[in-house]
């Protein structure tokens, strides 16, 4: 029983940094798409912002 406990713990410690990793490989491989398409800023190109407001409001969103 206390196994099965520690386990669980465990892994509920460790989802989160695996949804922010996740979140992060996919902003890296279609960070083309993002800048493009999902980004808040892309009608101010000198911010070069290249879709990290996008991520940081995804990452802020997992955070609460």
Partial sequence: ??????????????FQSLVKLGIVA???VNKQYVATVLCENKAKPQL???????????????AQ
């Fill in 1 to 14: 029983m206390r196994h099965a406990v520690i386990i669980i713990l465990l892994l509920s410690l460790s």
């Fill in 26 to 28: 996919w902003y890296q």
């Fill in 48 to 62: 070069k912002c290249n879709g990290k407001c996008y991520l940081a409001k995804k990452l802020k969103q997992i």
